[in-house]
């Protein structure tokens, strides 16, 4: 699995941006897609998860103010991101896991199987 991200940038607090990752490859095997973050010197964390048949959660940091979706047609998740802030700078991740199991009682907060590259987003004050 390959995963590609896009969508990252600089915006001031307050402002909205939106985050895509587009799989390929085996993306038959994809039981989940999410996305995780890591701010400098901090350890990475789950920011939104979605599985193959819509179950999503969000860290409480960001709800209500994130929203994680996908479009099963073009094997892509995305990361509508609005009312941006200062704590939400960092590298944002895409991320896809492949256990079956693990999706019927989603708990993605130590990671997935596959990674994309990271996508700098940074919020200014």
């Known amino acids: 699995v390959q995963l590609q991200a896009s969508g990252g940038g600089l915006v001031q607090a307050g402002g909205s941006l939106r985050l895509s990752c587009a799989a390929s490859?085996?993306?038959?095997?994809?039981?989940?897609m999410g996305w995780y973050r890591q701010a400098p010197e901090k350890r990475r964390e789950l920011v939104a998860s979605?599985?193959?048949?819509?179950?999503?959660a969000h860290a409480d940091s960001v709800k209500g103010r994130f929203t994680i979706s996908r479009d099963n047609a073009k094997n892509t998740v995305y990361l509508q991101m609005n009312a941006l802030k200062p704590d939400d700078t960092g590298v944002y991740f895409c991320a896809a896991d492949t256990n079956t199991m693990r999706s019927k009682e989603p708990n993605y907060s130590t990671g997935m199987d596959y990674w994309g590259k990271g996508t700098q987003v940074t919020v200014s004050s």
């Open positions: 490859g085996s993306i038959f095997s994809i039981t989940a």
């Open positions: 979605i599985t193959n048949d819509g179950t999503t």
